[in-house]
């Protein structure tokens, strides 16, 4: 089976799937590999439906290492993987049914976007940083661009900085499946990528090692995704927030922001990276308690 797994994997290296995405896949492709060896199956032509609903059975049942069962839609993630797999295996012949097919998916409950970051929190947050030292500085300008463009988490510590467009005020963000799409940044942020880029970076990279990536360590180095991780928690911490905020909050919180702002959600999903409005229906809903003062305060019936 390591042999198939092997195979597979660098199909999916060879149509560029992120590094990410395959680390997952291969993780619980392992995970089922070892269950199929524990019940002596060996070649994939030994598997059948009954096989693999009582594998996703046995996953439901299971706890993770968390100590908890895998969500909804963590289990339909494992289910896509499968199904992704044998769908491999057929194709190139390895197959000739592929018991996977009309696996069912699980129902996953509909729920709001949680730890949605207001501007007021953002405004406490950055308080905290201090912009006098570089490291403080470049800490700034990531809060200020990470909220302004509401980009993810690895778009940002992926940008170069041949991406940022200061004078224009745009960024060339590379995407989920590798797409690249072009992102407004507003003049705050805009302001401080000016001043990072000409006074602050130059301090932080080694004169012996130039990076052609926007945020540096303080070794110089791109920073990573724990330092950036530890910059959030730092400073929202230091604010004296109890919410969880973790750096998708600052996403959330544009998106929710600008559509609270009647802005037009065909664009809000373009800029976001999404293919469709499913996602940006969830922010619809966040304004709830706002579409409630706003029916009070107009509706005939609410007049006395």
């Known amino acids: 089976m390591k042999a198939y797994l092997d195979a597979y994997l660098q199909h999916l ?23 199929l060896r524990e019940r002596n199956f060996s070649t994939p032509e030994q598997i059948r439906r009954d096989d693999l609903e009582e594998y996703l ?68 947050i950055i308080k905290e940083v201090d912009p006098h030292t570089s490291i403080g500085y470049r800490d700034r300008t990531i809060l200020e661009v990470l909220y302004s463009s509401a980009i993810r988490r690895n778009e940002l510590l992926t940008l170069k900085v041949k991406d940022v467009d200061y004078v ?20 705050t942020a805009c302001q401080y990528l000016e001043n990072y880029i000409r006074t602050v970076r130059p301090m932080l990279e080694p004169k012996n090692k130039p990076s052609e990536y926007l945020f540096l360590s303080n070794a110089g180095t791109r920073l990573k995704e724990t330092g950036f991780k530890k910059l959030i928690d730092k ?6 927030i109890e919410k969880a905020i973790t750096p998708h909050a600052f996403r959330r919180g544009a998106t929710t922001g600008m559509i609270k702002n009647r802005a037009n959600v065909m664009l809000v999903k373009d800029m976001l990276g999404h293919e469709t409005l499913d996602t940006i229906k969830h922010y619809l809903k966040l304004n709830i308690e706002d579409l409630k003062a706003e029916h009070k305060r107009t509706h005939p019936r609410e007049k006395k």
Do not use: W
């Open 13 to 35: 290296k060879n149509l560029n799937y992120s590094p990410n995405t395959i680390k997952q896949r291969k993780s619980m492709l392992n995970n089922f590999i070892s269950y």
């Open 57 to 124: 059975s046995f996953k439901r049942q299971s706890k993770n290492k968390f100590e908890s069962q895998d969500s909804p839609l963590y289990q339909n993630q494992t289910l896509v993987c499968i199904r992704e797999f044998f769908k491999f295996l057929k194709k190139e012949g390895y197959l000739n049914i592929d018991p996977s097919s009309d696996l069912e998916f699980v129902r996953v409950p509909k729920r709001l976007p949680n730890c949605v970051l207001t501007h007021q929190e953002f405004k406490q």
């Open 168 to 187: 224009e005020g745009l960024a060339l963000v590379n995407g989920k499946g590798n797409k690249e799409r072009r992102v407004p940044l507003g003049k």
């Open 235 to 240: 400073y929202v911490l230091q604010s004296g």
